[in-house]
């Protein structure tokens, strides 16, 4: 089944404690991305990648990292998390080429609260 | 300042009856549109939708109209069915691809039986 895996769905951690959500797709796709969405704005991009080494800020990069080692796999890091990225975390990906209005496909969100 | 606005945070009809959810934009740069559904615990996922150089698209039951000189859009659904009951989102990009998409805050839809 096609399909883009976020792993922790849920987590609750504290202030300054380094945590990485993972994302992982299987259908080739080069490009991946990043959103999160808070209350009445929406999802806001993150980061994307066009393709593996390749990387670019979205919106609102602030305070994450990512890295695209490999095809299928496009982790988040928040290497300092603070209170203002309790937020739903969306990992999406699409495939690029001929026909770029391809649609992006989504995970099932983490659910992250940072106390 | 937000330049995709779904005003109407919730709409409610009744099974049967036709579904009109709306979008606006203000940055005339973008030429693709898209429709996403959300169900609650899952991800977006796509719906239907068009480009600039088009006013309409149809999908079976789904069909969004663009107005490009009042920078709108809007879903029709018909007939609305228990299972549409979800949230619609709006998003649009610049260019001929969707690698930056601008999301609206999204529009709550409730079927009534």
């Known amino acids: 089944e096609a399909q883009v895996t976020q792993n922790p769905r849920y987590l609750i951690t504290v202030t300054g404690k380094k945590l990485t959500v993972t994302c992982s797709q299987n259908?080739?796709?080069?490009?991946m991305s990043w959103y999160r969405q808070d209350p009445g704005l929406g999802l806001r991009q993150i980061y994307y990648?066009?393709?593996?080494?390749?990387?670019d800020k979205g919106d609102v990069p602030e305070g994450y990292k990512v890295s695209r080692k490999e095809k299928r796999n496009f982790p988040l890091i928040l290497e300092s998390p603070s209170p203002n990225q309790t937020s739903l975390y969306f990992c999406?990906?699409?495939?690029?080429?001929?026909?770029?209005?391809?649609?992006?496909?989504f995970g099932d969100g983490t659910r992250l609260s940072i106390l | 300042d937000q330049q995709v606005k779904q005003n109407s945070p919730s709409l409610s009809v009744q099974e049967g009856r036709i579904s009109i959810l709306n979008c606006d934009y203000t940055n005339s740069m973008f030429d693709y549109f898209l429709w996403y559904k959300k169900y609650p615990a899952e991800g977006p996922t796509f719906l239907i939708s068009i480009s600039s150089i088009k006013d309409k698209n149809e999908d079976g039951r789904f069909t969004v109209f663009l107005n490009k000189s009042a920078k709108h859009l809007s879903l029709h659904i018909v007939p609305s069915q228990p299972g549409d009951s979800a949230v619609y989102f709006c998003?649009?990009?610049?260019?001929?691809?969707?690698?930056?998409?601008?999301w609206g805050a999204g529009t709550k839809l409730i079927i009534k039986p």
């Open positions: 998003a649009a990009s610049a260019g001929d691809s969707n690698y930056q998409l601008i």
């Open positions: 990648s066009m393709n593996v080494e390749v990387t």
């Open positions: 259908m080739n796709h080069e490009y």
């Open positions: 999406a990906s699409k495939q690029n080429g001929v026909s770029s209005n391809q649609p992006q496909h």
